[in-house]
């Protein structure tokens, strides 16, 4: 069982920047694939970004490429956002989700993977 937490969320002015964390309760964390997805009310979950287990190879949605950067540190058991030159259309609930030997594209996440419960990101114009 892995539990991961988010947190670094908040309310921030429109080309502003902030920095999301999860962490990891795993000790084979570096054997994980991580992605961000998030939420906006009203519309479904999204990929924002995936990093693969090994090699750290990543993908990201069209609509963040250039201003977030998704970075993991194994021996600290996390993963981090940095998101750049945010808009008001990033406002959404981000989560982190954890698939084992994953490859971090958005097909490589499901439901019945680790996901934590989310934090809040709020961009105001």
């Known amino acids: 069982q892995v539990q991961l937490v988010e947190s670094g969320g908040g309310l921030v002015q429109a080309g502003g920047s902030l920095r999301l964390s999860c962490a990891a309760s795993?000790?084979?964390?570096?054997?994980?694939?991580l992605g961000w997805f998030r939420q906006a009310r009203g519309k479904e979950r999204e990929f924002v970004v995936g990093?693969?287990?090994?090699?750290?190879?990543?993908y990201y949605a069209d609509s963040v490429k250039g201003r977030f950067t998704v970075s993991r540190d194994n021996a600290k058991n996390t993963m981090y956002l940095q998101m750049n030159s945010l808009k008001p259309e990033d406002t959404a609930v981000y989560y982190c989700a954890a698939t084992f030997m994953g490859s971090g594209r958005e097909s490589g996440f499901n439901a019945n993977d680790y996901w934590g419960q989310g934090t809040q990101v709020t961009v105001s114009s």
């Open positions: 990093i693969r287990w090994s090699g750290g190879i990543t």
């Open positions: 795993t000790r084979t964390f570096s054997n994980y694939a």
